[in-house]
């Protein structure tokens, strides 16, 4: 079985489950796929007789993505954006405002033609097939000899070709090698849409994300498979948690005072100092319903190469240096193409959402996390006047984003609270400091419904439908 890892939350998603060693437990060979900087460090956590690391050649792929560069650019754009109306199109809405403000004036010109074929893509599902089908003309010849070396009975990816790992996808079609697919992340099936390469399987988290790829993305539900999220096993059989005492020690933080943590989101659309800068007024000021200190978790793309978002990530540690009670924590490289998305840091995230006294961010992945860890949640939607305030960057105000599909469904399961002003803020976190408790049952009931097995069985789960698609496996 390939499977492929192009991504650090893959990794955790793969390896720090229970996902490859059941595989290998039950006898499948298993070439996993990667960073090609990251063999050896891959190998040397991770490595076990049955698992065999290569690299994802991934300067090949990006010079391949280069070859008509605007036909497979369209390709994609019109992929992402082009899923079916029947779903809330909202985030897929706000990438296509993000291209039309960013992108240059040369590919803006073919926009009027793009619009009309996204009206036509949304409303027909027989152009969303033959969408998929057009992708399959640009199929490298990368993994030629892999594939001839390992004869896979199996291709897995971690995305059904949203990502890079659409042209190992193209090549397994064109070797007659059966395909599976797993899905990594919350949002991915109402944010990324159309398949990039024909898949034959897919695994998800829920009922809810098999609607959407469903009426979304026209998939079959007999291919469908709900394992639920082996990321999470180990926040439920709390296997990363470390002792609040050692938590707060390695912070330097004060144990008399309740822990307020922010984890930094949406940086792509929108800044976070505004929110962030709210937050450390009110407890560097004493100004809540008990004494409090502030955790700020900086996100991975603060670690780009790009000047606003390093602007921002130095404010923040500059503020904390400022500021009593506010402090930073930073995501841990993996390396390599994987970068600051990585599962390098686990018991960091598992120790901050479990001792966290309120949880705080912008409609992040991690209220679902912080939900597994019945934390109370507060979505600060503070707007930044201007936005990003940059010529040729897209900013959305955070008070419009609520309609995108997960940020729907968690304010329509009430499993935490939504804010727009600092007076709102503060008599947010004032409720949760003074009741907790409050709104615990919405936030189990939320759980269930987005990641669907609570018990920390989804990565054995996961990994026996993967079985069950090898030759001489039950269907």
């Given at each position: 079985?390939?499977?492929?890892?192009?991504?650090?939350?893959?990794?955790?998603?793969?390896?720090?489950?229970?996902?490859?060693?059941?595989?290998?437990?039950?006898?499948?060979?298993?070439?996993?796929?990667?960073?090609?900087?990251?063999?050896?460090?891959?190998?040397?956590?991770?490595?076990?007789?049955?698992?065999?690391?290569?690299?994802?050649?991934?300067?090949?792929?990006?010079?391949?993505?280069?070859?008509?560069?605007?036909?497979?650019?369209?390709?994609?754009?019109?992929?992402?954006?082009?899923?079916?109306?029947?779903?809330?199109?909202?985030?897929?809405?706000?990438?296509?405002?993000?291209?039309?403000?960013?992108?240059?004036?040369?590919?803006?010109?073919?926009?009027?033609?793009?619009?009309?074929?996204?009206?036509?893509?949304?409303?027909?599902?027989?152009?969303?097939?033959?969408?998929?089908?057009?992708?399959?003309?640009?199929?490298?010849?990368?993994?030629?000899?892999?594939?001839?070396?390992?004869?896979?009975d199996l291709v897995v990816s971690s995305t059904p070709g949203w990502r890079l790992d659409r042209y190992l996808l193209r090549e397994a079609n064109k070797h007659r090698v059966r395909t599976a697919s797993v899905i990594v992340g919350w949002d991915n099936p109402s944010s990324y849409s159309i398949a990039g390469a024909h898949v034959d399987r897919v695994t998800c988290w829920s009922k809810l994300q098999v609607d959407e790829l469903v009426?979304?993305?026209?998939?079959?539900?007999?291919?469908?498979?709900?394992?639920?999220?082996?990321?999470?096993?180990?926040?439920?059989?709390?296997?990363?948690?470390?002792?609040?005492?050692?938590?707060?020690?390695?912070?330097?933080?004060?144990?008399?005072?309740?822990?307020?943590?922010?984890?930094?989101?949406?940086?792509?659309?929108?800044?976070?100092?505004?929110?962030?800068?709210?937050?450390?007024?009110?407890?560097?000021?004493?100004?809540?319903?008990?004494?409090?200190?502030?955790?700020?978790?900086?996100?991975?793309?603060?670690?780009?190469?790009?000047?606003?978002?390093i602007e921002e990530r130095e404010r923040i540690r500059r503020l904390a240096r400022e500021l009593p009670h506010v402090h930073v924590v930073e995501p841990v490289p993996l390396g390599g193409e994987l970068g600051y998305y990585s599962g390098e840091d686990m018991p960091e995230k598992a120790s901050m959402l479990a001792h966290s006294d309120v949880f705080l961010t912008v409609y992040s992945t991690m209220v679902v996390e912080a939900a597994?860890?019945?934390?109370?949640?507060?979505?600060?939607?503070?707007?930044?006047?201007?936005?990003?305030?940059?010529?040729?960057?897209?900013?959305?105000?955070?008070?419009?984003?609520?309609?995108?599909?997960?940020?729907?469904?968690?304010?329509?399961?009430?499993?935490?609270?939504?804010?727009?002003?600092?007076?709102?803020?503060?008599?947010?976190?004032?409720?949760?400091?003074?009741?907790?408790?409050?709104?615990?049952?919405?936030?189990?009931?939320?759980?269930?419904?987005?990641?669907?097995?609570?018990?920390?069985?989804?990565?054995?789960?996961?990994?026996?439908?993967?079985?069950?698609?090898?030759?001489?496996?039950?269907?």
């Amino acid at each position: 079985m390939f499977i492929s890892a192009d991504h650090g939350l893959s990794v955790v998603y793969f390896l720090q489950s229970e996902v490859v060693p059941t595989l290998i437990e039950k006898g499948v060979e298993v070439v996993l796929l990667t960073d090609d900087a990251l063999r050896e460090k891959i190998l040397e956590r991770f490595g076990s007789e049955g698992l065999t690391v290569e690299g994802l050649r991934t300067p090949e792929l990006r010079a391949y993505s280069e070859l008509s560069k605007d036909a497979q650019w369209w390709l994609a754009f019109l992929r992402r954006v082009g899923g079916s109306n029947r779903i809330r199109t909202a985030a897929m809405d706000s990438y296509i405002r993000q291209v039309w403000v960013e992108e240059p004036p040369r590919r803006l010109a073919l926009m009027p033609a793009a619009w009309l074929a996204i009206w036509l893509l949304r409303r027909s599902a027989r152009l969303r097939r033959e969408l998929v089908r057009l992708q399959e003309h640009f199929t490298p010849e990368i993994y030629t000899d892999i594939f001839e070396r390992y004869k896979p009975d199996l291709v897995v990816s971690s995305t059904p070709g949203w990502r890079l790992d659409r042209y190992l996808l193209r090549e397994a079609n064109k070797h007659r090698v059966r395909t599976a697919s797993v899905i990594v992340g919350w949002d991915n099936p109402s944010s990324y849409s159309i398949a990039g390469a024909h898949v034959d399987r897919v695994t998800c988290w829920s009922k809810l994300q098999v609607d959407e790829l469903v009426l979304g993305s026209d998939w079959r539900p007999e291919d469908l498979n709900i394992g639920g999220i082996p990321s999470y096993d180990g926040y439920l059989d709390r296997r990363w948690q470390v002792s609040r005492e050692e938590y707060f020690r390695l912070h330097r933080l004060d144990p008399q005072r309740k822990l307020l943590s922010y984890a930094c989101s949406f940086v792509s659309f929108s800044p976070n100092w505004q929110n962030v800068e709210a937050l450390a007024r009110l407890v560097s000021s004493d100004s809540l319903a008990a004494p409090s200190q502030l955790l700020v978790r900086l996100h991975p793309n603060h670690f780009w190469d790009v000047d606003l978002f390093i602007e921002e990530r130095e404010r923040i540690r500059r503020l904390a240096r400022e500021l009593p009670h506010v402090h930073v924590v930073e995501p841990v490289p993996l390396g390599g193409e994987l970068g600051y998305y990585s599962g390098e840091d686990m018991p960091e995230k598992a120790s901050m959402l479990a001792h966290s006294d309120v949880f705080l961010t912008v409609y992040s992945t991690m209220v679902v996390e912080a939900a597994v860890h019945d934390t109370p949640i507060v979505s600060v939607c503070i707007d930044a006047p201007g936005g990003w305030n940059r010529r040729r960057k897209y900013s959305l105000p955070l008070s419009r984003i609520g309609d995108w599909p997960t940020h729907a469904r968690f304010r329509e399961a009430n499993a935490g609270r939504v804010v727009y002003t600092e007076a709102e803020l503060r008599q947010a976190i004032d409720g949760y400091l003074e009741n907790p408790a409050s709104e615990t049952e919405a936030r189990r009931d939320f759980v269930e419904r987005e990641i669907t097995y609570t018990d920390a069985s989804a990565g054995a789960r996961t990994a026996e439908f993967l079985l069950s698609l090898l030759p001489g496996q039950a269907p």
